[in-house]
């Protein structure tokens, strides 16, 4: 019989647990297991537990807090978080192609890995640490997330965004950024004539130091809204 835990074949009893469930272990890894071991993603957690664990996440609870209140691992919570994260891109990668719509708002969310730019620059730190965005372009109608890509502010990364909206989207649309400049590039050259193309540019007021510390921006004074194609 096949190990639901480690796919080998060769197993044995292995006593049983306080409830009276019996154990069985592998002979070949030596991974241990229960009849009504439940898995996700090879992860021994039960499903359930998997569950309440992604909703914390999802209600914006700390890993650390979370470790506490479930007495599970960090480590297991954040090999949790990255398997669910990478089948959710894909199963919306997969159900989410040629929608129709009508105005599409694009914007990007500032976050960092690890420290923020300024700080990975002056200790040399590498492998993706500093800066990141999350474009975002979301139908203004439905709420719906058409597309979404992490990276940074480059040409690049807003290249790969604007393939990724071509291919969610049909048929012609209003389009709003930003005025970050790639954005002008990327949509002519991904998206054509496909949709009406304007820039909103936001104009913020002057902020004291102590405004200055914080993370939020500040206080919107005026916008600016320009024409780009279509």
Not at 42 to 50: E, F, K, S, Y
Not at 55 to 77: A, N
Not at 135 to 163: P, Q, V, W, Y
């Amino acid at each position: 019989m096949i190990a639901i835990v480690c796919q080998h074949e060769n197993r044995r009893t292995n006593g049983k647990t306080a409830s009276g469930a019996k154990r069985f272990r592998c002979k070949e890894c030596g991974k241990s297991w229960t009849e009504s071991t439940e898995t996700l993603g090879g992860l021994r957690i039960g499903l359930d537990r998997a569950a309440q664990i992604v909703e914390m996440l999802c209600e914006g609870i700390s890993v650390r807090s979370i470790e506490r209140i479930t007495d599970t691992s960090k480590k297991t919570i954040l090999s949790l978080l990255t398997l669910v994260g990478e089948r959710c891109e894909a199963f919306m990668a997969e159900q989410i192609k040629s929608v129709p719509v009508d105005d599409v708002q694009v914007d990007e969310i500032w976050s960092y890995v690890l420290c923020k730019q300024a700080t990975a620059a002056r200790k040399n730190y590498v492998g993706g640490c500093g800066d990141t965005y999350c474009f975002t372009a979301i139908e203004r109608h439905t709420k719906l997330l058409i597309a979404f890509h992490s990276g940074r502010r480059t040409m690049e990364d807003t290249n790969t965004f604007c393939r990724k909206l071509h291919v969610a989207t049909s048929g012609r649309f209003q389009l709003s950024t930003d005025g970050f400049a790639p954005y002008e590039h990327a949509v002519a050259w991904n998206l054509g004539q496909r949709v009406d193309y304007g820039q909103v540019v936001k104009i913020f007021g002057s902020q004291g130091k102590e405004e200055q510390r914080k993370y939020s921006p500040a206080k919107i004074v005026g916008m600016k809204r320009t024409a780009v194609s279509g």
